[in-house]
Nanobody, 125 residues
């Protein structure tokens, strides 16, 4: 069983930055692809960023490419999402997720078996 706990969300003005963290426990973190997703009110959960086992491979949605950076520290069992140049449309609950079946990297909600409880990010204009 894998437990994921996100932190670092909050209220920020447009143009500002936040760094989200996701601490994992249980399982073999260094063998899991990890992802960040977000869900705004009334909308489906959407892919934000993903990272492979070693951190050498990363993928981003077009909406955040160039502004967000995903990284991981396998020694600390933690994945991060650095969010810069935030926009009001980035407002959502952000979730981290773990893909535990051995895929190198994954971008679809259905590929991830374990999810954190989410952390709210609100960007004011």
């Amino acid at each position: 069983q894998v437990q994921l706990v996100e932190s670092g969300g909050g209220l920020v003005q447009a143009g500002g930055s936040l760094r989200l963290s996701c601490a994992a426990s249980g399982g073999m973190f260094s063998r899991y692809a990890m992802g960040w997703f977000r869900q705004a009110p009334g909308k489906d959960r959407e892919f934000v960023a993903a990272i492979g086992w070693t951190g050498g491979a990363t993928l981003y949605s077009d909406s955040v490419k160039g502004r967000f950076t995903i990284s991981r520290d396998n020694a600390k069992n933690t994945v991060y999402l650095q969010m810069n140049s935030l926009k009001p449309e980035d407002t959502a609950v952000y979730y981290c997720a773990a893909e535990v079946t051995g895929r190198w990297i994954a971008t679809r909600v259905t590929q991830y078996a374990y999810w954190g409880q989410g952390t709210q990010v609100t960007v004011s204009s």
